[in-house]
């Protein structure tokens, strides 16, 4: 984005995100769920806190990216440590390593409900999310996009339920 390669982009923000030279409009927020394998231990639970996971293997994305980011802030807010095992680049991957019991992932819920063979369950107390916006140079010119932190919104928006849709038919 600022190297101008692209126009605009959907990215995937943790609160603690500072785009500096881009401007960017929040879209949504879900909450972020674990998942689990079938027979581990804590996969009967119906919450868990964030400190019920700090000793298990974590499979996530790398550092530094959008997605991990909110998994990282999600426990220094609770002042836990965490140990990323696995760092992969697929969200098809997450769902391997949890289905053969290799690791926990922290994903987010709408992304868990397309996940076969895992459980997944609410973190508690405080629940992390994952935000999703728009976002584009701030030089762009006019643009729509304000530059400002917009309240990200709980509702599912029509263009990114059609989104979803197209994804959901060509992975199958």
Same mark, same amino acid.
């Given at each position: 984005m600022q190297s101008r390669a692209l126009d605009v982009a959907l990215v !995937? *923000? +943790? @609160? %603690? +995100?500072?785009l500096e030279g881009?401007?960017? #409009?929040? /879209? #949504? =927020? =879900?909450d972020l769920v674990a998942v689990l394998a079938p027979q581990h231990r804590l996969a009967t639970r119906q919450r868990l806190p964030l400190a019920a996971l700090q000793d298990e293997a974590l499979v996530?994305? @790398?550092r530094g990216t959008g997605a991990r980011r909110q998994t990282d802030d999600a426990f220094a807010a609770a002042g836990l440590p965490h140990q990323v095992r696995f760092e992969v680049n697929l969200m098809e /991957?997450? =769902?391997?390593?949890?289905?053969? !019991? *290799?690791a926990v992932g922290i994903v987010p819920v709408?992304?868990?409900?397309?996940f076969e063979g895992v459980v997944q369950v609410p973190l508690q107390p405080t629940r @992390? +999310?994952?935000? %999703?916006? *728009?976002a584009a140079p701030a030089d762009a010119g006019r643009t729509r996009l304000r530059r400002r932190r917009a309240q990200p919104r709980r509702r599912r928006l029509r263009p990114l339920r059609k989104l979803r849709s197209i994804w %959901?038919?060509?992975?199958?």
């Amino acid at each position: 984005m600022q190297s101008r390669a692209l126009d605009v982009a959907l990215v !995937g *923000l +943790a @609160p %603690s +995100a500072h785009l500096e030279g881009v401007c960017h #409009q929040m /879209l #949504q =927020e =879900e909450d972020l769920v674990a998942v689990l394998a079938p027979q581990h231990r804590l996969a009967t639970r119906q919450r868990l806190p964030l400190a019920a996971l700090q000793d298990e293997a974590l499979v996530d994305f @790398p550092r530094g990216t959008g997605a991990r980011r909110q998994t990282d802030d999600a426990f220094a807010a609770a002042g836990l440590p965490h140990q990323v095992r696995f760092e992969v680049n697929l969200m098809e /991957l997450v =769902e391997r390593f949890v289905r053969h !019991g *290799l690791a926990v992932g922290i994903v987010p819920v709408r992304i868990a409900d397309g996940f076969e063979g895992v459980v997944q369950v609410p973190l508690q107390p405080t629940r @992390p +999310a994952r935000t %999703s916006g *728009l976002a584009a140079p701030a030089d762009a010119g006019r643009t729509r996009l304000r530059r400002r932190r917009a309240q990200p919104r709980r509702r599912r928006l029509r263009p990114l339920r059609k989104l979803r849709s197209i994804w %959901s038919r060509q992975r199958r």
